[in-house]
């Protein structure tokens, strides 16, 4: 398994467990993030909602 941080506001960062080559998941806050269109794209999904984020 491979891990990474991620930084949280005014929280301390919480580890990820890659699960595929663009997909990270934080199983305890139910927190998945993917990257797409070549890290255009950023996807998080948690608790059944889904915020998407593009870099212009």
């Given at each position: 398994m491979h891990?990474?941080?991620c930084p949280a506001?005014?929280?301390p960062a919480f580890p990820l467990?890659?699960?595929a080559?663009?997909?990270f998941?934080?199983?305890p806050?139910?927190?998945e993030i993917e990257f797409t269109d070549a890290?255009?794209?950023l996807i998080l999904?948690?608790?059944g909602a889904e915020y998407i984020f593009l870099k212009e």
């Open positions: 891990y990474e941080t506001e005014r929280q467990e890659a699960v080559g663009n997909i998941v934080f199983e806050a139910k927190v890290g255009k794209k999904r948690q608790n």
